[in-house]
C-alpha cells in the first residue's frame, strides 16, 4: 500500500493526514474513481476471472478529508465484537468470554459477569453482540458465542439482562443452538444484528472440514447460513423456507463458508455480508432472502493447498455472485456502514475489518456496486477484527492484540 501518509506520531495518536496522490483523481465527494490504481497489488491465486467489470481489483480511492486513527486502549484482550450503547459508550466482548463496557475515552470496566461459558478453542469463543433496539427501557443484550456441548461445538446466541450497576449480566438464556454440533473448533460465523422490525439476523459458518463443509448447501443445516430469527430465539413468520419439509424455517440465505460480517446498508436497508474464501475469494454479499451464495460449488479461490474447489467453478446459474471479492484474501471480519456526518465522503462507504490484510477496508458504494475501495490505517500494522459506528457518528474497531481505535475527523 503505497499511501502517502504523514505518519506524526503525537503520543498515541497516530495522524494519518490524507495527502495528494498524482496517480489519484479526486474531486474531494469521494466518489470520483477515476484513475485510480487498484489498492491491491499483489499476484492473485488463479487465473480465475470476475463475472463483470469491478467485481474486484477496482479503482482506488482516497479520503480528502484529514482524518487519524486514535489508539482509545490497548488494554484488551482479544477483542472480537463491538456495538455502541445508547448513551455512546461502547460494549466489547472478548473472545475468551468477558464482556466489557468501554467509554470514547477509553476507560474499560471489569468484565461483567453472567455471561455462561464458551469455548474459546480456535476460532470460538464469545463473539458477536448487540443490545435491544429497546435496551434504554429494557436493558438486553444479545450475543453470539461457541457453545460447548457433550457432541461438539456449536454457534449459539444468548440473552440476558445488563444489571443496574452494569457488573453483571442477569437471566442468561441461550435462545438459539445452530445445530448440528460438531467436534471442531473452526468457521463459527458469530455476527448478530438486529433488523428494522426488532428481529435478529445470525452468521454461522460450515465449520471449515470437508466433513461439514456440503451443509452450506443444505437447508436441513443451520450452518454455513445466514438466519433470522426472533428475539426469543424461534424462526421469523415469512422466513423463505417455512413451512417446506426438511428445511430450516430459520434459514435467511445459504451456500455460505464463514460469515463474520452483517450490516444493514442504512441508503437501501438492503443486508451485507463479508465471508471468508478460501485460498483467495473473500467475498462481499448483498443478501436477499431465500438465495444460495455459492459455497463450495462455485468460489473465486482454492485450497490452501492449491487443488482447485470442487469443479473449480466461479460462475453457476442460479448461484449468485458475490458483489465483490478479493484475490489475495485480506480476511474480512465485521463490517459497518458509514452514516455518520462528521467526513461527508464516507458517507453509505463500506467500512470492513481486515485481519490478514491488517488494515480497515473502505468500500464505495453506488448501485449495489463497488466503484472504490481504499485502505485506511494501513501502517498499524493490527489484524482488525470488528469495526462499529458510535452514537457520535465516529467509528469504532478493535483488534486481536487489544487495541480500541476511534477514526475520526482530524
Ligand atoms: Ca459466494
Given at each position: 500500500m503505497k499511501l502517502p501518509i504523514h505518519a506524526v506520531i503525537t503520543g498515541i495518536t497516530v495522524v494519518l493526514a490524507s495527502c495528494s496522490s498524482p496517480s489519484i483523481e479526486h474531486t474531494?465527494?469521494?466518489?470520483?474513481?477515476?484513475g485510480g490504481a487498484p489498492v491491491e497489488t499483489k499476484a492473485p491465486n488463479s487465473d480465475y476471472k470476475p463475472a463483470?467489470?469491478?467485481?474486484?481489483?477496482?479503482a482506488g480511492v482516497h479520503t480528502t478529508t484529514p482524518y487519524e486513527g486514535t489508539?482509545?486502549?490497548?488494554?484488551?484482550?482479544?477483542?472480537?465484537g463491538i456495538t455502541a450503547l445508547p448513551d455512546g459508550r461502547l460494549l466489547i466482548t472478548e473472545k475468551k468470554g468477558d464482556l466489557r463496557i468501554a467509554t470514547v475515552s477509553g476507560q474499560l470496566s471489569a468484565p461483567i459477569t453472567g455471561i455462561p461459558a464458551v469455548n474459546?478453542?480456535?476460532?470460538?469463543?464469545l463473539l458477536g453482540i448487540r443490545v435491544d433496539p429497546d435496551f434504554s427501557t429494557n436493558r438486553m443484550v444479545y450475543w453470539v458465542f461457541s457453545d460447548p456441548l457433550p457432541e461438539g461445538n456449536l454457534t449459539a446466541v444468548a440473552k440476558g439482562k445488563l444489571s443496574a450497576d452494569e457488573k453483571t449480566i442477569e437471566?442468561?438464556?441461550?435462545?438459539?443452538r445452530a445445530t448440528p454440533a460438531y467436534k471442531g473448533t473452526l468457521h463459527y460465523g458469530g455476527r448478530i444484528v438486529f433488523d428494522k422490525n426488532g428481529n435478529i439476523l445470525i452468521s454461522t459458518g460450515e465449520r471449515s472440514d470437508l466433513e461439514t463443509r456440503p451443509q452450506a448447501q443444505?437447508?436441513?443445516?443451520?450452518?454455513?447460513k445466514v438466519l433470522r430469527i426472533t428475539k426469543e430465539g424461534k424462526p421469523v413468520d415469512g422466513?423463505?423456507?417455512?413451512?417446506?419439509?426438511?428445511?430450516?424455517?430459520?434459514?435467511?440465505s445459504y451456500g455460505h463458508r464463514n460469515v463474520q460480517g452483517l450490516a444493514f446498508n442504512?441508503?437501501?436497508g438492503d443486508l451485507w455480508e463479508t465471508e471468508f474464501g478460501p485460498r483467495g475469494g473473500d467475498e462481499v454479499n448483498r443478501i436477499e432472502p431465500g438465495k444460495n451464495y455459492g459455497w463450495p460449488t462455485i468460489t473465486y479461490g482454492i485450497e490452501y493447498a492449491g487443488p482447485k474447489v470442487?469443479?473449480?467453478?466461479?460462475q453457476k446459474a442460479g448461484l449468485e455472485q458475490p458483489v465483490y471479492y478479493w484475490d489475495p484474501v485480506i480476511s474480512p471480519s465485521g463490517i459497518t456502514f458509514y452514516s455518520g456526518n462528521?467526513?461527508?465522503?464516507?458517507?453509505?462507504n463500506l467500512f470492513i475489518s481486515s485481519l490478514s490484510g491488517m488494515h480497515i477496508d473502505r468500500l464505495v458504494i453506488k448501485d449495489n456496486k463497488v466503484v472504490g475501495e481504499e485502505r485506511l490505517?494501513?501502517?498499524?500494522d493490527q489484524r482488525f477484527r470488528d469495526i462499529a459506528e458510535g452514537k457520535d457518528g465516529i467509528l469504532y474497531a478493535i483488534t486481536d492484540n487489544g487495541r480500541l481505535y476511534s477514526i475520526h475527523k482530524k
Open positions: 474531494g465527494n469521494g466518489k470520483d474513481t477515476t463483470f467489470a469491478g467485481q474486484t481489483r477496482i489508539i482509545l486502549s490497548d488494554g484488551l484482550e482479544g477483542p472480537w474459546p478453542a480456535g476460532q470460538g469463543g437471566g442468561a438464556t441461550v435462545i438459539y443444505q437447508l436441513n443445516s443451520a450452518l454455513g422466513n423463505p423456507f417455512a413451512g417446506q419439509a426438511d428445511k430450516r424455517p430459520e434459514i435467511y442504512p441508503e437501501t470442487g469443479e473449480g467453478i466461479q462528521g467526513i461527508a465522503e464516507w458517507k453509505n490505517l494501513a501502517t498499524e
